[in-house]
């Protein structure tokens, strides 16, 4: 499903809904919304909306954090 996008194309309705299911399963399974993006050939945002409107917690961003 997510391979067959082109870049740019509107997305609504039931193709919408079955690409934010694939795309949560991904993101829960602990892939990056940048490797999500690459992969499906949107941008960051698209992405990030898609998994909003579908529910997911996203995760922090990681890296070192700093203790007082």
Same mark, same amino acid.
Request: net charge positive; no cysteine.
């Given at each position: 499903?997510? $391979?067959?996008? +082109?870049?740019?194309?509107?997305? @609504? &309705?039931?193709?919408?809904?079955?690409?934010?299911?694939? !795309?949560?399963?991904?993101?829960?399974?602990? $892939?990056?919304? +940048?490797?999500?993006?690459?992969? @499906? &050939?949107?941008?960051?945002?698209?992405?990030?909306?898609? !998994?909003?409107?579908?529910?997911?917690?996203?995760?922090?961003?990681?890296?070192?954090?700093?203790?007082?």
């Amino acid at each position: 499903m997510a $391979e067959t996008l +082109r870049k740019g194309t509107r997305v @609504t &309705g039931n193709e919408r809904s079955e690409l934010a299911s694939e !795309l949560k399963r991904r993101y829960d399974d602990g $892939e990056s919304i +940048r490797s999500l993006a690459a992969s @499906t &050939g949107r941008s960051y945002g698209f992405v990030h909306r898609l !998994l909003t409107e579908a529910g997911v917690t996203l995760r922090g961003r990681g890296g070192a954090t700093r203790r007082g």
